[in-house]
Nanobody, 123 residues
Framework: QVQLVESGGGLVQAGASLRLSCATS????????MAWFRQAPGKEREFAAG????????YYADSVKGRFTISRDNAKNTVYLQMNSLKPEDTAVYYC????????????????WGQGTQVTVSS
């Protein structure tokens, strides 16, 4: 079993940057496909970005492509989401997700979730 703990959220102005981190427990971090999802108020949770087990392959939602970068450090059991050029529509609770099958795309069936971290972007 893996536990996920997100951090790095906050309140920023449009155009600013934030870096989210997701620290995991457990010895098999490198077996998991990892992803970031987000949920805005009144909306369903949506996929934002995913990274493969090795970190060599990534996948992004069109809404964040070119602005967000997902990465992972398997030595530190941590996955990151660098968010640049933030927009008010990026405001959401951001969740870290882990898939033991190694999936990292929107169709991943995530078994483990973090508690979420709030990102608020003001205009």
């Amino acid at each position: 079993q893996v536990q996920l703990v997100e951090s790095g959220g906050g309140l920023v102005q449009a155009g600013a940057s934030l870096r989210l981190s997701c620290a995991t427990s457990g010895r098999s971090f490198s077996y998991y496909g990892m992803a970031w999802f987000r949920q805005a108020p009144g909306k369903e949770r949506e996929f934002a970005a995913g990274v493969s087990r090795s970190g060599l392959s990534t996948y992004y939602a069109d809404s964040v492509k070119g602005r967000f970068t997902i990465s992972r450090d398997n030595a530190k059991n941590t996955v990151y989401l660098q968010m640049n050029s933030l927009k008010p529509e990026d405001t959401a609770v951001y969740y870290c997700a882990a898939d033991p099958r190694g999936a990292y795309t929107p169709t991943m069936t995530s078994t483990y979730w973090g508690q979420g971290t709030q990102v608020t972007v003001s205009s």
